[in-house]
């Protein structure tokens, strides 16, 4: 028998999403920035109900596991470490699965989780009652979805919520703002649905928000001509060293020799490699890792470098986008792009790095062939990876679902493969701090 997918309809387009499918089940995370653009939190959203795939969900099937919180499944199965090393995680919870045995589904700190409502759920004494007992736990919580007219039926619940999250696109955002500062000045506000820098600036100059919500920190850029930073010209010369099919160690390692973070870094990593550590210069080092690790790693880590200065968000969809993008090239039947594919991943967002059309900065850093095809014009063989990537992001998950179907892909494959993305993120960052 054919497993039943469940894939949400829930269809939220540009908000920074990260998608992992547990179960059968797609589930996004979603950043949450505070003033400084710095990751303060990911909220997790799922939802199992699906027609598209499986009709028969309709009726009596479609409650099935509603007691169940899908998010707390998500983190017990993956660990709360790979999906945020040290921040919060905001977790729906359902009229139903609010009354659920939250402790039983994940053993995580309850002070690292968020139950977040919305307004299926009454401001009625059964549900009050549940809100003071999860809080006695250690849990904190948080609303979202309410009306303004919704705001004075809800004053029971408001004394509870430590977050309430504010829809810049569809209400009176800087009304709602003063309302919760004047009554409950000891609530978070998140401002959500913003889909600009210059919505951001705005709401961060007139201030009241703790955390910030949607697409701004990744819009691509269309137009334009900024000025390129001094050392990250460094980082595009070393760049077209090493994406030249054949370039030279030696070159590439007197180029690294420029920048200290890169040099410990390499050191470090190939001295961890080499059974007699012993590696003490930069072309040695070079010469131990050969030409094809070598170029992955600076890759890797310059672009890293590069995004220094940006959200490190950015830096998380770049790297996960190259690990995703490789991980799905065998599922594809492209074994042998699995490079071009990394470096296709890697680069999706080096229009936002420097902050230029992504055609130019792709002449910037000297790519061609097929990682152009698919970066610009969105054509070529590797344009259906980034597709699918893409929708995962988005969250268009009826679409991954119709993706998935006319290519005959399997769909715990492709779960495995961002699965395994998220590992080797992790990885790589607990490498870095090391």
């Known amino acids: 028998m054919n497993p039943v997918y469940n894939i949400s309809d829930r269809n939220r387009k540009g908000d920074g999403l990260t998608i992992v499918q547990v179960d059968c089940m797609l589930i996004a995370l979603v950043p949450l920035f505070d003033e400084n653009m710095a990751v303060k939190a990911y909220s997790v959203f799922s939802q199992k109900d699906n027609y598209f ?66 307004n299926t759920i009454p401001p009625v004494p059964m549900y009050i009652d549940r809100l003071i007992e999860l809080r006695e736990k250690g849990y904190k919580l948080a609303i979202r979805k309410l009306a303004v007219s919704e705001f004075e039926d809800y004053r029971e ?11 810049n696109r569809r209400i009176a955002i800087e009304k709602a703002r003063i309302y919760f500062s004047k009554l409950y000045p000891n609530i978070k506000l998140c401002a959500g649905g913003i889909d600009s820098m210059d919505v951001f600036e705005k709401l961060k100059t007139i201030g009241g928000y703790q955390l910030y ?14 000025e390129v930073a001094p050392l990250k010209v460094n980082y595009i ?39 007699n550590s012993g590696i003490t210069t930069i072309r040695h080092a ?16 310059v672009v890293n470098e590069m995004y220094a200065d ?19 090239g065998p599922i594809f039947g492209m074994r042998d792009k699995i490079e071009e594919l990394f470096l296709m991943g890697l680069f999706s967002v ?15 850093v000297m790519v061609a062939g097929e990682v152009k095809d698919a970066l610009i014009n969105g054509s070529g063989r590797l344009a259906p990876v980034l597709n699918l990537i893409q929708q995962y992001e988005n969250a268009n998950w009826q679409e991954v679902t119709r993706l998935l179907l006319l290519d005959k892909k399997d769909v715990d494959s492709v779960n495995d493969a961002y699965k395994g993305s998220l590992e080797w993120y992790r990885d790589l960052m607990y490498e870095k701090v090391k």
């Open 286 to 301: 070079a010469a131990m890792l050969g030409q094809k690790e070598l170029r992955k790693w600076i890759n890797t880590a």
């Open 157 to 167: 619940v408001f004394k509870l919520m430590d977050y309430v999250f504010l829809d």
């Open 53 to 118: 795939l499986d009709p028969m969900m309709q009726g009596t099937r479609q409650n099935d596991g509603a007691a169940v919180i899908d998010g707390l499944e998500l983190i017990s199965t993956m660990g709360i470490e790979t999906l945020s090393e040290d921040k919060e995680i905001f977790v729906p919870v359902s009229n139903i699965s609010i009354f659920s045995d939250v402790e039983s589904q994940c053993d995580a700190h309850h002070d690292r989780i968020v139950f977040l409502l919305d």
């Open 237 to 275: 010369e070393l760049l077209n060293v090493v994406n030249d099919a054949n370039f030279e160690l030696t070159k590439a390692a007197d180029i690294i020799g420029r920048d200290t973070a890169l040099t410990i870094s390499l050191l470090k990593m190939v001295n961890r490699m080499t059974v």
């Open 350 to 364: 080096l229009d936002v790095i420097l902050e230029k059309p992504m055609a130019e900065a792709l002449e910037m």
């Open 213 to 226: 919500e949607g697409d701004f920190y990744r819009v691509p850029v269309t137009k334009g001509s900024h």
């Open 310 to 328: 940006k959200p490190s968000e950015v830096t998380r969809v770049s790297l996960l986008r190259a690990k995703f993008a490789e991980n799905l």
